[in-house]
Nanobody, 125 residues
Framework: QVQLVESGGGLVQAGGSLRLSCAAS????????IGWFRQAPGKEREAVAA????????YYADSVKGRFTISRDNYKNTVFLQMNSLKHEDTAVYYC??????????????????WGQGTQVTVSS
C-alpha cells in the first residue's frame, strides 16, 4: 500500500515563502514521477508541478513558473515544493500524487493513482 503525506502548509503573507513536503511509503518511490496539485474553494483541482523519477525533468504550470521549485530526495522518499513570492491566488489545498507509468501528460489528474490527504496553504493579501 502506497501512502503519501503532505506537510508544510500554513498561513503566510503575500510575498512570503513556504516549503511543502510529500513523504511517501514504499520502496519503489524512486521509480515514479510525482506531481503537486492544488484545489481552491469552488474550483477544480489543477496541476502545479511535477518531477520525474530521477529528478532530471521538472514541469510547471505557467501560473507558478519562476516562483515555485519542485525537487526530490529519493533516499528520503520525499518530494518538496518550494513556493516563493506567494500570491493570494495561490491559496488552496495542495496535494501530492504518484503518476502511473501510463500516459505522458504530467498535468492530467487521471494519470495519477495515489494521492495524499492535502495540506492547506493560505496567503493573506
Amino acid at each position: 500500500q502506497v501512502q503519501l503525506v503532505e506537510s508544510g502548509g500554513g498561513l503566510v503573507q503575500a510575498g512570503g515563502s513556504l516549503r511543502l513536503s510529500c513523504a511517501a511509503s514504499g520502496r519503489t518511490f524512486s521509480s515514479y514521477t510525482i506531481g503537486w496539485f492544488r484545489q481552491a474553494p469552488g474550483k477544480e483541482r489543477e496541476a502545479v508541478a511535477a518531477i520525474s523519477s530521477s529528478g532530471g525533468r521538472t514541469y510547471y504550470a505557467d501560473s507558478v513558473k519562476g516562483r515555485f521549485t519542485i525537487s526530490r530526495d529519493n533516499y528520503k522518499n520525499t518530494v518538496f515544493l518550494q513556493m516563493n513570492s506567494l500570491k493570494h491566488e495561490d491559496t488552496a489545498v495542495y496535494y501530492c500524487a504518484r503518476k502511473t507509468p501510463y500516459g505522458s501528460n504530467w498535468s492530467d489528474l487521471r494519470a495519477y493513482d495515489y494521492w495524499g490527504q492535502g495540506t492547506q496553504v493560505t496567503v493573506s493579501s
